[in-house]
């Protein structure tokens, strides 16, 4: 109905494990990106994200009880985001959200959320 939060609608927990995991696998290969992952385990940091995702999205808040406010540009600042590095992170994104089969709507949704939240992430200007 109505009221369902986004992570009801999805179905939960497991989606959002399955959408960072298959994110991470993605990073986890990727010649950018890998690099600018302070730890060897990825482990923890999707973690972070799958728990910040649920949060987002209408479920628990367990990551503001472990990590507090969210702040992500300030998280993100020790680390060089230009245009080529948002753009391998929305390409792995892309190949996660489209291996959920979500409903278009709801996937379109989602997908609107991650591409502005990636360009407003940059924190380098112009071109590399
Ligand atoms: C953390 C990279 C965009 C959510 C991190 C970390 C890196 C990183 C290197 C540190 C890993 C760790 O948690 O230890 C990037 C790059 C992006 C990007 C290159 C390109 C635009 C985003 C976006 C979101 C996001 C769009 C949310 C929609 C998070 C979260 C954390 C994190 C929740 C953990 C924050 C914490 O609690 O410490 N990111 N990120 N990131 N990122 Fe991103």
Redo the contacts with the bound molecule.
């Keep these: 109905g109505a009221s369902m939060t986004l992570f009801e609608a999805v179905g939960g927990e497991p989606t959002f494990r399955k959408l960072v995991d298959e994110f991470y696998a993605g990073v986890a290969t990727d010649p950018l990106?890998r690099p600018?992952?302070?730890?060897e385990d990825l482990g923890?940091?999707a973690d972070?994200?799958t728990l910040?995702?649920m949060q987002y999205w209408g479920g628990p808040n367990t990551?503001s009880a472990q990590?507090g406010h969210?702040r992500?540009r300030m998280?993100?600042a020790p680390?060089r985001?230009g245009a080529a590095?948002?753009d391998a992170?929305l390409l792995n994104m892309r190949r996660a959200v489209d291996r959920l089969d979500l409903e278009p709507e709801i996937a379109g949704t989602l997908w609107d959320?991650?591409e502005r939240?990636?360009y407003?992430?940059?924190n380098v200007e112009g071109d590399p």
Excluded: C, D, Q, S
């Design positions: 990106l600018m992952y302070p730890e923890p940091a972070r994200m910040f995702l990551y990590r969210p992500l998280r993100h680390f985001i590095e948002r992170w959320y991650l939240a990636a407003f992430m940059v």
